[in-house]
């Protein structure tokens, strides 16, 4: 059974860091990319990251792009988001997720078959 599971989030001034982790489990993911995706209240899950299965390539969403940094420990099973020069906007829960098939890179959630339970990022002003 496919387990992630977030941990990181809490409560930041605006222009703060935090660091978001992932931990997967019950099979190997090594020939998977993984993803990052947040929701804020009363909006749609959106793209944040993602990672290619060697860690070798990422791809980011416009609003994050130069702030955050997805990394990943493909021995450990564990994939990481640096998140820097935090703003307001990034309020929100954020997600890891597995795409269904292995090397696919997507930013869609209809191609994501597992989610982790969410850890949610509070940026203040």
């Known amino acids: 059974q496919v387990q992630l599971v977030e941990s990181g989030g809490g409560l930041v001034q605006a222009g703060g860091s935090l660091r978001l982790s992932c931990a997967a489990s019950?099979?190997?993911?090594?020939?998977?990319?993984m993803d990052w995706f947040r929701q804020a209240p009363g909006k749609e899950r959106e793209f944040v990251a993602a990672i290619a299965w060697n860690g070798l390539t990422t791809y980011y969403a416009d609003a994050v792009k130069g702030r955050f940094t997805i990394s990943r420990d493909i021995g450990d099973n564990t994939m990481h988001l640096q998140m820097d020069s935090l703003k307001p906007e990034d309020t929100a829960v954020y997600y890891c997720?597995?795409?269904?098939?292995?090397?696919?890179?997507?930013?869609?959630?209809?191609?994501?078959?597992?989610w982790g339970g969410g850890t949610l990022v509070t940026v203040s002003s």
């Open positions: 997720a597995l795409p269904r098939a292995q090397y696919l890179i997507t930013r869609s959630t209809r191609d994501m078959d597992y």
């Open positions: 019950g099979r190997t993911f090594r020939n998977f990319a």
